[in-house]
């Protein structure tokens, strides 16, 4: 049985992608993750009976550890989520941002590349380091166009500076030091186990909570929607047959103004939870001040995933939508459990001062 690394595995992609490969391969998954605010092991409680899956609480920027994991586990290779991933946070404090994203990239980077080095020929050709990364390194759009993989890189805020950087460094790596790597830049991603900071948690929290829903400025900021499980059968498709060198984009086909984004969730709501009043949530609906430096649209041209890998969405936005809502009403005890004392200070500190 082979080892797969898998870092950020207890946040919302990573754990996906964790219980999408113990339920469908064979892979022994190290699960590599610093347990921060952002990292919940329930969110792996589907697979918690598995002995393919070893978590190991470790911080991405600490060598020595990384180097005992690496000789220990023997890896046939690395996927790599672990990072900060929220741009209100990066704006209000881009230490972290740098830290984990950009110097714990080159952490990992090295530790790889010295247990790829001394690997014999066989699985030293078939080893595989993917980093997974972002739409937002390229910066925003217009009302037109879309994000190829040749697009070039314009990040405007530290969340997507940082994503970038890391991406320039793995870019790097493969090039000078032959490491064989592959990176994807994915859209926004919904579904379960999302931390509640991130729009689509946050407004189904609220709305069920008697709490505003804030929109950022006008809210007709443009993403482009994936169901989480659909990156991860993009993820493991790339990590196992993507070409060594190669960058692939990743993206839903579902382009939404924030504002639509929120309309469909409350018409969800109403049907599936009304309101004691009977009212619309849509009453709950604010404007407050708008993001800093707020990107205006994001669009992902997914065609050289499809053509070359035969990747295409298996949810529509309406399909992905109502699981995720449904997801969300039926497990509060998650939600309860991550709402703890940081959170509470986290919503004072990026929503009070936006009143
Ligand atoms: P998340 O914030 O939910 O999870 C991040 C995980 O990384 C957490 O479990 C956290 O504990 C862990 N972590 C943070 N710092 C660490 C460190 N120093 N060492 C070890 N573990 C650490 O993030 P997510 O939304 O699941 O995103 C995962 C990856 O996918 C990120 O690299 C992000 O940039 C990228 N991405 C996210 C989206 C999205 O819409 N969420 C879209 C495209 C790409
Ligand atoms: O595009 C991929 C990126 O998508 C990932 O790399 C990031 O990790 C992920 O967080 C996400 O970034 P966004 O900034 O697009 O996601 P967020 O959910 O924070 O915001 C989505 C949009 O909703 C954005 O235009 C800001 C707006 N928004 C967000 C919040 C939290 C609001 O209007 N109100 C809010 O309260």
């Given at each position: 049985m082979k080892t797969l690394f898998v870092t950020g595995g207890a946040g919302f992609i990573g754990s996906a992608l964790i219980r999408l490969l113990i339920a469908e391969s064979d892979w022994r998954i190290v699960n590599i993750d610093k347990?921060?605010?952002?990292?919940?092991?329930e969110s792996l409680a589907d697979i918690a009976d598995s002995d393919r899956h070893v978590f190991s609480r470790t911080d991405i920027c600490d060598r020595a550890a990384l180097d005992a994991l690496f000789a220990e586990h023997q890896p046939a290779g690395v996927i790599h989520l672990a990072a900060e991933s929220h741009v209100d946070r990066s704006i209000h404090g881009p230490g972290d941002f740098i830290e984990t994203n950009i110097s714990g990239t080159y952490t990992l980077l090295e530790a790889a590349r010295a247990h790829w080095s001394a690997l014999d020929p066989e699985p030293k050709a078939t080893f595989r380091f993917h980093h997974v990364s972002t739409d937002e390194v390229f910066g925003s759009l217009g009302a037109t166009g879309l994000f190829v993989e040749t697009s070039p890189y314009q990040p405007n805020s530290p969340y997507s500076a940082s994503k970038a950087a890391s991406d320039h460094l793995v870019r790097a790596w493969h090039h000078t030091?032959?490491?064989?790597t592959v990176i994807t830049n994915c859209s926004n991603n919904y579904g379960p186990c999302q931390f509640p900071e991130k729009l689509i948690p946050l407004m189904i929290h609220n709305a069920v909570s008697d709490k505003p829903l804030p929109i950022y400025g006008k809210g007709d900021n443009v993403r482009d929607w994936l169901y989480v499980d659909d990156h991860a059968r993009a993820l493991r498709l790339v990590f196992e047959r993507g070409s060594v060198g190669e960058t692939y984009n990743i993206g839903g086909h579902n382009e939404k103004t924030n504002l639509e984004v929120v309309d469909t969730l409350c018409a969800l709501l109403d049907e599936l939870k009304p309101r004691h009043d009977r009212r619309?949530?849509?009453?709950?609906k604010i404007s407050v001040a708008d993001r800093p430096g707020h990107d205006q649209r994001y669009a992902i041209d997914a065609g050289k995933i499809q053509r070359e890998l035969g990747w295409t969405p298996q949810e529509t936005f309406e399909s992905g939508l109502a699981k995720t809502v449904r997801w969300y009403l039926h497990n509060p005890a998650w939600i309860a459990h991550v709402i703890s004392g940081e959170y509470r200070q986290w919503m004072e500190r990026n929503y009070g001062d936006r009143q």
């Amino acid at each position: 049985m082979k080892t797969l690394f898998v870092t950020g595995g207890a946040g919302f992609i990573g754990s996906a992608l964790i219980r999408l490969l113990i339920a469908e391969s064979d892979w022994r998954i190290v699960n590599i993750d610093k347990l921060t605010y952002a990292g919940n092991l329930e969110s792996l409680a589907d697979i918690a009976d598995s002995d393919r899956h070893v978590f190991s609480r470790t911080d991405i920027c600490d060598r020595a550890a990384l180097d005992a994991l690496f000789a220990e586990h023997q890896p046939a290779g690395v996927i790599h989520l672990a990072a900060e991933s929220h741009v209100d946070r990066s704006i209000h404090g881009p230490g972290d941002f740098i830290e984990t994203n950009i110097s714990g990239t080159y952490t990992l980077l090295e530790a790889a590349r010295a247990h790829w080095s001394a690997l014999d020929p066989e699985p030293k050709a078939t080893f595989r380091f993917h980093h997974v990364s972002t739409d937002e390194v390229f910066g925003s759009l217009g009302a037109t166009g879309l994000f190829v993989e040749t697009s070039p890189y314009q990040p405007n805020s530290p969340y997507s500076a940082s994503k970038a950087a890391s991406d320039h460094l793995v870019r790097a790596w493969h090039h000078t030091y032959g490491l064989p790597t592959v990176i994807t830049n994915c859209s926004n991603n919904y579904g379960p186990c999302q931390f509640p900071e991130k729009l689509i948690p946050l407004m189904i929290h609220n709305a069920v909570s008697d709490k505003p829903l804030p929109i950022y400025g006008k809210g007709d900021n443009v993403r482009d929607w994936l169901y989480v499980d659909d990156h991860a059968r993009a993820l493991r498709l790339v990590f196992e047959r993507g070409s060594v060198g190669e960058t692939y984009n990743i993206g839903g086909h579902n382009e939404k103004t924030n504002l639509e984004v929120v309309d469909t969730l409350c018409a969800l709501l109403d049907e599936l939870k009304p309101r004691h009043d009977r009212r619309s949530y849509r009453e709950q609906k604010i404007s407050v001040a708008d993001r800093p430096g707020h990107d205006q649209r994001y669009a992902i041209d997914a065609g050289k995933i499809q053509r070359e890998l035969g990747w295409t969405p298996q949810e529509t936005f309406e399909s992905g939508l109502a699981k995720t809502v449904r997801w969300y009403l039926h497990n509060p005890a998650w939600i309860a459990h991550v709402i703890s004392g940081e959170y509470r200070q986290w919503m004072e500190r990026n929503y009070g001062d936006r009143q």
